[in-house]
């Protein structure tokens, strides 16, 4: 089955640490994005990459890491220095037809202890 | 920067029947891509169906149709025969064809659908 996984679905960070999210996908899709979801409000881009080995700040970076070594795999690191981590992940793919369709993966709650 | 707009927090419906769910844009862009997701209690963020604004044809997906009034910056989802399997938060978003600037989805705050049995 083609699609974009997520994982975990819950992960839970106490103070100081820093947790990584994973994102993967089998759509051969060279773009790749991560949002973040706050209760009430719609997505916000945090980093994208449009290809491997390269990524750009979204309008809230500020706080999170990521890599993108694979065209697969796009992980995005929570580090200490986001203050306020509680939020819904969603990771997304996109296609260059269809007028650049975003597909989403499934997202993972991240709660802090 | 574009903003999309959601005037309707909440939105109820019986089923059957049709509901409209309102979006507004503002982008000083004149090609772009607008799109109507869907998220469900599973929070699997779904697309609903899409348009290109050079396409002046209102984009149409079995029961869920747009209406885009380009000089207007509207683009609003039209809900034919409502079944509860609609019932979700539905989200409309912006993207720019261009690619100037952040290559994302610029979303609304989203309308929560309720339907009535």
């Known amino acids: 089955d083609g699609g974009i996984t997520q994982s975990p679905k819950y992960l839970f960070r106490k103070e100081g640490q820093n947790v990584t999210l994973s994102c993967e996908q089998n759509l051969n899709h060279d773009a790749m994005y991560w949002y973040r979801q706050d209760p009430g409000q719609g997505l916000r881009l945090i980093y994208y990459?449009?290809?491997?080995?390269?990524?750009q700040k979204g309008d809230i970076a500020e706080g999170y890491s990521v890599s993108r070594e694979k065209k697969e795999s796009f992980p995005l690191t929570v580090t200490s220095a986001q203050k306020n981590p509680t939020a819904f992940y969603l990771c997304?793919?996109?296609?260059?037809?269809?007028?650049?369709?975003?597909?989403f993966g499934p997202g993972t709650r991240l709660l802090v202890l | 920067a574009q903003t999309v707009t959601q005037s309707q927090p909440e939105m109820s419906v019986q089923e059957a029947e049709t509901v409209t769910l309102s979006c507004t844009y503002d982008t000083s862009e004149s090609d772009y891509y607008l799109f109507w997701y869907k998220q469900p209690p599973s929070r699997q963020m779904i697309l609903v169906i899409r348009q290109e604004a050079y396409k002046q044809q209102n984009a149409t997906e079995n029961r869920f149709s747009v209406n885009f009034q380009k000089a207007a910056k509207s683009f609003s989802l039209k809900i034919s025969d409502s079944q509860l399997g609609d019932a979700a938060m539905y989200f409309c978003?912006?993207?720019?064809?261009?690619?100037?600037?952040?290559?994302?989805?610029?979303f609304g705050k989203g309308t929560h659908l309720i339907i009535q049995p």
């Open positions: 978003a912006y993207r720019s064809r261009s690619g100037g600037g952040a290559d994302g989805l610029t």
């Open positions: 997304a793919s996109r296609t260059d037809r269809s007028a650049k369709t975003q597909y």
């Open positions: 990459s449009q290809i491997v080995n390269d990524f």
